[in-house]
Nanobody, 121 residues
Framework: VQVVESGGGLVQPGGSLLLSCAASGAVAGFNTMGWYRQAPGKERELVAVITSGETTNYADNVKGRFTVFHDSRDNDKNTALLQMNGLKPEDTAVYYC?????????????WGQGTQVTVSS
């Protein structure tokens, strides 16, 4: 499974970005796609997750500003989008996507290479 993120960039405070994560070569089935971020000198933290059953969860510091959802064109639910609104300088980080396949009581996790998001005036 190959996981590829895209959509990062430089944006001013208060602006918006849409990140995309696509998992190719995945087996159709139950999965979880998670967005994580890591700022310089900090540990990687969870931002938002979505399951193939459409259950979502968000970190407290992004609730109401970020929305995670599947690409409607992807019936296999292997593409997760992260709409980020009201961006703040503290949102600056490398954003990573994690694709986890749940198969026969085992979890198989795959990470993308990350995409940089910089919020600055």
């Amino acid at each position: 499974v190959q996981v590829v993120e895209s959509g990062g960039g430089l944006v001013q405070p208060g602006g918006s970005l849409l990140l995309s994560c696509a998992a190719s070569g995945a087996v159709a089935g139950f999965n979880t796609m998670g967005w994580y971020r890591q700022a310089p000198g900090k540990e990687r933290e969870l931002v938002a997750v979505i399951t193939s059953g459409e259950t979502t969860n968000y970190a407290d510091n992004v609730k109401g500003r970020f929305t995670v959802f599947h690409d409607s064109r992807d019936n296999d639910k292997n593409t997760a989008l992260l709409q980020m609104n009201g961006l703040k300088p503290e949102d600056t980080a490398v954003y990573y996507c994690k694709y986890t396949e749940h198969f026969r009581a085992n979890d198989f996790a795959f990470w993308g290479q990350g995409t940089q998001v910089t919020v600055s005036s």
